[in-house]
């Protein structure tokens, strides 16, 4: 059963600490995005990678946030500084198409909580 | 306004209700429309997928786009316990780069009593 992995599934962290996140995609699948969901913005695309070169990334914090995709089997997320807005859920997804409106398939997410 | 608006809720309905959840749009360029359905603590999942105008059914689902009035609707028939979740609906116009991204509503929690 091909699924999107992501961990940690949970990260409690101090403002100002360095938080990594990491998906593992489908196999196979050549298109990596990275979402985060919060009750007030809902689910905004942050970056992808199409063939492990970045797309788009228009929708990340270039100061703080930046994403990887260290080989087609690993996605990482990372934000530096973290600052307690940063808190989220961030959901990495995975498809064949080139674009997000494309079939993606999700992970479970990760559950940031910056103090 | 946002681009895409999408009523909270929560909505609950009881089992073998009729639902319709909808979302409404102001991006004319938008040919593309989704719904998502995401249940708790779970990344979102595709229900429905058309493209420009018209009704697409599957199974107990239906999807709706009404470009004119710029409203898409999807409805549950027969709904049951395990429909209860959060449905985002999502669009995106045509053409690759940035015009291709989806952009979501906030989503609806839905749930349907036994």
């Known amino acids: 059963d091909a699924r999107v992995t992501q961990t940690p599934r949970h990260k409690v962290t101090e403002m100002g600490q360095e938080v990594t996140m990491r998906c593992q995609p489908i196999l196979g699948h050549n298109t990596v995005f990275w979402y985060r969901q919060t009750m007030m913005q809902g689910l905004e695309l942050l970056a992808y990678?199409?063939?492990?070169?970045?797309?788009?990334d228009s929708g990340m914090p270039k100061d703080r946030f930046s994403a990887e995709m260290p080989d087609a089997t690993l996605a990482t997320l990372k934000i530096q500084p973290s600052e307690p807005r940063d808190s989220a859920v961030y959901f990495c997804?995975?498809?064949?198409?080139?674009?997000?409106?494309?079939?993606?398939?999700f992970g479970p997410g990760t559950r940031l909580t910056v103090l | 306004q946002k681009e895409v608006e999408q009523d909270p809720g929560p909505l609950s309905v009881p089992e073998g209700a009729i639902v319709s959840l909808n979302c409404t749009y102001s991006n004319s360029a938008f040919q593309y429309f989704m719904w998502y359905r995401q249940y708790s603590r779970k990344g979102p999942e595709l229900l429905m997928y058309?493209?420009?105008?018209g009704n697409k059914e599957d199974g107990r689902f239906t999807a709706q786009v009404d470009k004119s009035s710029k409203y898409i609707s999807l409805f549950i028939r027969d709904s049951q316990p395990s429909d209860s979740a959060t449905y985002l609906c999502a669009m995106s116009g045509i053409g690759g780069g940035s015009q291709g991204n989806l952009i979501f509503g906030k989503g609806t929690k839905l749930s349907v009593k036994p």
């Open positions: 990678f199409r063939n492990r070169a970045p797309l788009d």
């Open positions: 997804a995975s498809g064949m198409g080139p674009t997000s409106r494309d079939t993606q398939y």
């Open positions: 058309t493209y420009s105008s």
